[in-house]
C-alpha cells in the first residue's frame, strides 16, 4: 500500500506554529495549488490543500517562510474525524508534510537594495563624492 502525496504550490498566508502540552512544535499552512486544467471558461481553478508539519520541520517552515512563498511539499494524506461545535461529525483532509522544499527566495524588504552586504543591505543615500563625474 502506498499513501503518498507530491504538491508545489504558494503559501495563502503566514504559516502558524504552536507547541502541543508535550512541547512539541506543530505547524499548519495552506498552499494554493493550481490544477493542470482550465474550465469551460479557459481559466485554472485552485485547490487549497491544509499541510501540518511536526518537530523540527514545524519550527523550520514556521521560521523561514511566509505568505506567497513557492514550495514543495511531499507527505501523506491523513484524513481525520472531530465534532464540531454544533455536534455533527465531520471529517478533515490534511497532508501531514515529510519534507518541504523552499523553491523561491524570500523577497527583499522595500527600500532595500543588492549590495555588498547581501540582499538586505540598506540602502544609503547619495554624497557629492559617491558622484563620478
Do not use: C
Amino acid at each position: 500500500m502506498l499513501n503518498r502525496i507530491i504538491l508545489i504550490g504558494r503559501l495563502v498566508a503566514d504559516p502558524d506554529m504552536r507547541y502541543t502540552q508535550s512541547g512539541t512544535a506543530v505547524t499548519h499552512f495552506t498552499l494554493a495549488v493550481d490544477r493542470p486544467f482550465t474550465n469551460q471558461q479557459g481559466e485554472r481553478e485552485t485547490d487549497f490543500i491544509d499541510v501540518v508539519a511536526w518537530r523540527k520541520l514545524a519550527e523550520t517552515v514556521a521560521n523561514n517562510l511566509s505568505k506567497g512563498r513557492l514550495v514543495a511539499v511531499d507527505g501523506r494524506l491523513q484524513v481525520r474525524t472531530y465534532d464540531a461545535s454544533d455536534g455533527t461529525r465531520r471529517k478533515a483532509a490534511e497532508v501531514v508534510a515529510d519534507t518541504v522544499r523552499f523553491l523561491d527566495s524570500p523577497r527583499r524588504q522595500e527600500g532595500a537594495r543588492e549590495g555588498a552586504a547581501g540582499d538586505d543591505a540598506e540602502a544609503a543615500p547619495l554624497t557629492e563624492d559617491d558622484v563620478p563625474f
